[in-house]
């Protein structure tokens, strides 16, 4: 009996001096997820999902043009530019920490209607690592990316059509690259890329697409105060084909504007009819 209850006692101290080890095993694993999952402390970010301390590393700047209705191929265009905005594959991608900015031609160039001022998040959530996940953790970059998405579902009503007087394109293009295009005495590496989607009909009382109007290698001579500086820029454009607007939207109207970005230091990237 004596040898029995010594073998008792001895499993009974084992399981005590188990008991500790295994505890603060418990303990560390369970801090080890709970970092996993929060991480250490995230990049402060501004109302853009923006970086603040940062900023934006670049910005994508889309101008819609709302003047008149958009074929079934219009917003077919639209609606992939916006679906395809966030995949690194697609031909204009949005990168991690750049800004996007939707706006929409008004009457008032120094107006335009602003859609979105927002940041894509740093990363990619599915290409995260457990690395990744412990420099910032999942929940943060979760929360991130549903507030991103949340902005992000429907940009501009694209069945919507503003009738006006004048398309002031060349004015409106003016006042956002001001705004946020380094050109030639700005930050170099700070990225911009515009995107134009519109009959590019320019249309104001200072000049009008509707009849004749100078080349564009001769705006410095007849328009110097229409012309911007897109220094840095890289441009894209895409020009909605319209049937009653068909005797204006020419072949050389269409090389108009590849000159008119050349003529301004921009970098042509894209350009085509739709």
């Known amino acids: ?15 005590q001096a188990l008991k500790w080890p295994i505890g ?24 853009r999902l923006c970086p603040k301390q940062s900023g934006p590393v670049g910005a994508t700047l889309l101008l819609i043009d709302t003047s008149d209705p958009f074929s079934a191929k219009h917003k077919e265009t639209l609606i992939r530019f916006f679906d395809h905005a966030t995949d690194p ?7 991690p920490e750049e800004l996007l900015l939707v706006y929409e031609l008004t009457e008032d160039p120094g107006d335009p209607a602003r859609h979105i001022e927002i940041c894509r998040p740093g990363m990619d959530f599915n290409d995260r690592t457990w690395r990744d ?10 929360r991130d990316w549903d507030s991103f998405n949340d902005k992000f579902k429907a940009p501009v009503p694209h069945d919507t059509v503003n009738s006006r007087s004048t398309s002031p394109i ?18 170099s590496d700070f990225k911009v890329h515009i995107v134009l989607f519109s009959d590019l009909l320019q249309h104001s009382p200072r000049m009008s697409h509707y009849g004749s109007y100078p080349k564009a290698s001769e705006m410095a001579l007849h328009h110097r105060d229409l012309l911007t500086d897109l220094t840095g820029a ?9 049937p009653k607007y ?8 269409y090389y108009w504007w590849t000159e008119f970005v050349a003529e301004t230091g921009g970098n042509l990237r894209f350009q085509d009819s739709i």
């Open 133 to 142: 996940d412990i420099r910032q953790g999942r929940k943060f970059a979760e």
């Open 1 to 15: 009996m004596r040898a029995k209850e010594r073998a008792a006692n001895r499993a009974k101290a084992n399981r």
């Open 170 to 187: 060349i004015e409106t293009l003016g006042v956002l690259a001001a705004r946020h295009v380094p050109g030639k005495l700005g930050n």
């Open 24 to 47: 603060v095993g418990g303990a560390l694993l369970i801090g080890v997820i709970a970092f996993y999952q929060v991480g250490t402390e995230p990049a402060e970010l501004d109302d």
């Open 246 to 253: 068909a005797s204006w939207q020419t072949a050389d109207h």
């Open 89 to 95: 594959k697609s031909a204009m991608p949005l990168g």
């Open 234 to 242: 890289d441009v894209s454009i895409f020009r909605l084909e319209r």
